[in-house]
């Protein structure tokens, strides 16, 4: 069987009205997919983008960009999209950036994102998304780590990124940039570029995507994802969304991330729909749903923060009758936000999870409409052998017992799964074992099949969208003169699902105040990515350890726990928004 036939397949099934039907089909497609023989060498943009939607829906708009402080947008057809890809793997290549290098994009949601990374599948260039947010340190460690080949960044960010790679001694074949940087190339150049180039002959098994991600311990770890394990793994997305070939897709998501790929990149094109991204500096919700309802989004997807925001607006002046989909991802969706959308839309938001090491795992696809149980977070895609284990390994058959989410690896390994912690075989012996994959997250399974999800087994916090690895934000506050050591925990928050609190012991000499609040607020900022930063910062005599010295953050969080609800301010505890000279005019 070719490859493009699967893809066919599920532009097939996403058309079918009846649901059953549907779910049915998913379900022996997958058993099918689960079991195949892989092809030796795969290349999606040449074989599935090319081949297939260019020559069947060359003319098809394939992306629409808006601008929502503006209004300006611009549209490119299938052929264009291939066309701009090409001009900019041509640069590359001629820059001397083989097979196998690596491209670093550090880029806002601009029309760029789409064609950069539709270069690096063709050309098979690791993809490495980075944040726009990341500092020059934050840089550094990743520079060092895994030297740039190629980098196509925003001319805003283009002088920290030099200062990062004079540090790591880092010398990129080539930097392109958005806009104009001197020793940079600008992408406006590529338009002289041939508008035609050949595919790599890239293996299935090749690594194309390199996300940096953070974990309990340690600074952030490298995913590694392959020639298939995203194209073919995100599959199971676009039937979890439901996109059909003639709808309109829209993601609230940043190019830096997982998600963006998941959501914005994958999910549509894989079949044949059309990708839209809205550029925005701050998220202003009237003007978004502006942009939304004006271009006839027809799927969307947002993370909970932002819904929480598109609830709260006068939705009475838009006209969502084009909206078919809402999907949520991120976090745990509250109840009474799924409610208020519908009756502000008529569409239900389905929540579904997954992480950057995997694709959509768990989630309420179209055949759950009218069948979810608010909170849920729905079913086991039919892709991955998930399950829940209890602390000893042993796979939980109870109803209603939480337990850790696992991936079953000894009937079938899940093609959407990551393919390792690329240089860190420590980390890999972490998550598998017992012929599991362990997720980090803890959820349970009620009577009735629905999944419910309880929260990190780890420390990880979960902030909004983000994942924030607590050693990184304490590594950042020691580093501070007055510091002797901190500890870092994700305290509870109705809007964020969790703030940065960090617990403060000093050194001898120093005292608590308002002022050295202020000055470890601003050291973070220097060093740190904005949303990792502390929101609370507590000055303690000690932390709660284990006989071994090991921090106990279960012990501060469940204390933080306790605390909800109480009106009572710790005297030494401190909020950055109480802090005036923080604001800066985008807040």
């Known amino acids: 069987m070719g490859m493009e036939n699967l893809y066919r397949e599920v532009m097939d099934l996403n058309m079918m009205d009846d649901n059953e039907q549907k779910k049915e089909a998913a379900r022996a497609f997958f058993e099918k997919l689960n079991f195949m023989k892989l092809p030796e060498y795969f290349n999606w943009a040449g074989e599935i983008f090319d081949a297939l939607h260019v020559q069947e829906r060359g003319d098809k708009t394939a992306l629409i960009w808006v601008d929502t402080a503006t209004g300006e947008n611009l549209n490119f057809t299938y052929k264009e999209f291939a066309q701009r890809g090409n001009q900019c793997l041509n640069r590359v290549r001629q820059a001397g950036v083989k097979q196998g290098g690596n491209m670093y994009q550090m880029v806002p949601i601009v029309p760029e994102t789409w064609f950069a990374s539709y270069a690096c599948i063709k050309g098979g260039l690791v993809a490495v998304p980075t944040a726009t947010t990341m500092t020059q340190r934050e840089l550094e460690f990743r520079f060092a780590s895994y030297p740039p080949d190629s980098i196509i960044a925003d001319a805003i960010y283009t002088e920290v990124i030099d200062a990062a790679l004079a540090v790591s001694k880092s010398e990129p074949k080539i930097k392109l940039v958005i806009g104009e940087k001197k020793g940079w190339t600008s992408y406006t150049d590529l338009a002289g570029e041939s508008v035609e180039a050949e595919p790599a002959k890239t293996k299935s098994s090749d690594l194309l995507w390199c996300f940096f991600t953070s974990g309990t311990t340690g600074l952030p770890k490298r995913v590694g994802h392959t020639a298939v394990s995203y194209p073919v793994g995100h599959l199971s997305t676009s039937v979890m969304t439901g996109v059909r070939t003639s709808d309109i897709h829209h993601n609230l998501s940043a190019p830096g991330w997982a998600k963006w790929s998941w959501s914005s990149f994958f999910a549509p094109l894989n079949v044949g729909a059309t990708a839209s991204g809205f550029g925005f500096g701050v998220l202003d919700g009237d003007k978004y749903l502006t942009a939304l309802t004006k271009h006839k989004i027809t799927v969307f997807c947002a993370p909970p923060t932002a819904w929480r925001m598109f609830i709260n607006l006068d939705t009475s002046k838009y006209d969502f009758s084009a909206l078919r989909e809402s999907i949520g991802a991120g976090e745990p969706l509250n109840p009474e936000v799924i409610s208020k959308w519908k009756k502000l839309t008529g569409t239900e938001i389905r929540d579904f999870y997954g992480q950057t090491e995997s694709t959509a795992m768990i989630g309420n696809p179209p055949w759950m409409k009218g069948k979810m149980r608010s909170g849920s977070f729905g079913h086991p895609s039919f892709m991955y052998d998930v399950t829940l284990a209890d602390d000893d390994g ?37 998550v598998f074992m017992n012929n599991f994959y362990y997720t980090g997250d803890r959820a349970s399974i009620d009577p009735d099949g629905y999944w419910w999800f309880v929260g990190r087994s780890d420390d990880v916090i979960k902030s909004s969208d983000y994942r924030i690895g607590p050693f990184e934000v304490e590594s950042a506050l020691i580093e501070h003169p007055a510091v002797a050591e901190s500890a870092i925990v994700g305290v509870p928050d109705e809007k964020r699902h969790q ?62 726990i306790d605390r909800q609800g109480q009106q009572d301010q710790h005297k030494m505890e401190f909020f950055y928004w109480d802090f005036p000279e923080l604001r800066t005019k985008k807040e």
């Open 394 to 430: 042993k796979e939980i058959t109870t109803p209603d017992e939480p337990g850790h989410i696992v991936v079953r690896l000894d009937r079938w390994r899940s093609i959407g799964l990551f393919t390792e912690y690329i240089g860190s075989p420590e980390k890999m012996a972490g």
């Open 499 to 560: 703030l940065v609190k960090a617990f403060v012991i000093l050194k001898q000499g120093q005292e608590p105040s308002r002022e050295l609040a202020l000055d470890l607020f601003r050291h973070s900022i220097n060093i740190l990515a904005k949303f990792k930063i502390p929101r609370i910062i507590e000055f303690v005599p000690a932390v709660p350890k284990t006989l071994s010295g090991k921090i106990r953050r279960v012990e501060l969080r469940q204390q933080e």
